[in-house]
């Protein structure tokens, strides 16, 4: 007997990600269900090569009966109708950034702190963090086990489908309109995307921080270790697909090269690819449609007593959303939710 999922927002990015991934993976659900407004029902999706779903109206769904849901309709929509999902006893893995710092809902990565998700029996939710945080702290687990992190210093090249759909229209019309010498409208950006980068994602804070580097901080710490200190400089760059991170860390004990290699060769959900040579690593182009999170670029930090320096790359609607939240979904089914 298998298990009833929703996936809520299924017509966006991270939706469809989220129906491709189940079906990849062989997810033990007898029906798959795709919610989405008003306006998108009726409309056909793929699921998995040969089957399509049906969208239905997220509004009036009743999800009495349903095991799982997999949400990613935005932020105010999650706060309606995830807590609307749970309170009819669907466990709710909501990948949006509304539940993430609530004390009494757990924020999960399964690479780094599974245990966490026993939590969901407060509140019937399970939050999925930030895509930007998700790879970083899955390269920094295995590090902090073995020598303990004092501090975090990195500077991300983030992709415009972390913005969404329109997102990525804008930076194809704008490099298509650069190439034919058309007016470039910034829309969903505050500036240019095409040719250009952005030091300027989500809202700015009261510190000058944008709110997307305050979620690395606090994310990382709420799942990592709360005793870690992190400074971030997230950057919107023109490609599709796939987030790249620079990542400085500074550790409380020794931490050679060969030994941070040697920890992620055996760490769940990390390729190294570090060749000191041309093509000796991996960029955001490579790692789109990999479930990976890439390190390369490994290097001393020469400037500190115990300092690593290295590269990583994920694709961020599969590890940095979709994948993630289906991790989630596979523990809560093999081990809370039995049938």
């Known amino acids: 007997m298998g298990y009833k999922v929703a996936v809520i927002g299924a017509t966006g990015n991270v939706g469809r990600e989220m129906l491709q991934t189940l079906a990849e993976r062989d997810f033990p659900a007898d029906e798959v269900i795709a919610l989405a407004s008003e306006r998108s029902v009726g409309r056909e999706l793929s699921y998995g090569e040969d089957e399509v779903v049906k969208v239905k109206n997220l509004a009036t769904f009743d999800f009495k009966g349903v095991d799982i849901a997999l949400s990613s309709p935005g932020a105010k929509v999650s706060a309606q109708h995830s807590p609307r999902a749970a309170a009819a006893g669907c466990v ?28 969901y029996k407060k509140r019937g939710i399970i939050a999925n963090p930030n895509c930007s945080t998700i790879q970083m702290v899955v390269a920094l687990k295995p590090l902090h086990d073995l020598a303990r992190i004092k501090r975090v210093v990195v500077s991300t090249y983030q992709s415009v489908s972390g913005a969404g759909k329109d997102a990525m229209d804008e930076l194809f019309n704008q490099t298509r309109a650069i190439f034919v010498n058309d007016p470039v409208r910034p829309e969903k950006f505050t500036k240019q995307i095409a040719f250009n980068v952005i030091p300027h994602i989500d809202v700015f804070m009261d ?36 987030h790249g991170e620079s990542v400085t860390v500074e550790f409380e004990n020794p931490m050679s090269e060969e030994a941070a ?67 989630i979904a596979e523990v809560l089914a093999r081990d809370y939710l039995k049938k």
Not at 215 to 237: G, S, Y
Not at 294 to 304: A, H, K
């Open 261 to 327: 290699r040697e920890a992620w060769s055996h760490a769940p959900g990390i390729v190294v690819v570090d060749h000191r040579a041309n093509e000796g690593y991996v960029t955001p182009a490579e790692a789109a449609g990999e479930d990976a999170v890439y390190v390369s670029r490994i290097r001393r930090d020469p400037t500190v007593k115990h300092g690593l320096s290295f590269w990583c790359v994920s694709d961020n609607l599969r590890k940095g959303a979709a994948l993630n939240a289906v991790q």
């Open 92 to 119: 709710v893995v909501d990948n949006t950034s509304h539940f993430r710092m609530e004390p009494d809902v757990p924020l999960v990565v399964p690479e780094v702190n599974p245990k966490a998700i026993a939590g």
């Open 207 to 242: 510190d000058g921080s944008t709110k997307e580097e305050w979620k690395m901080v606090v994310e990382t710490r709420k799942i990592l270790d709360p005793d870690i200190a992190v400074q971030a400089t997230c950057v919107r760059v023109p490609t599709f697909i796939s």
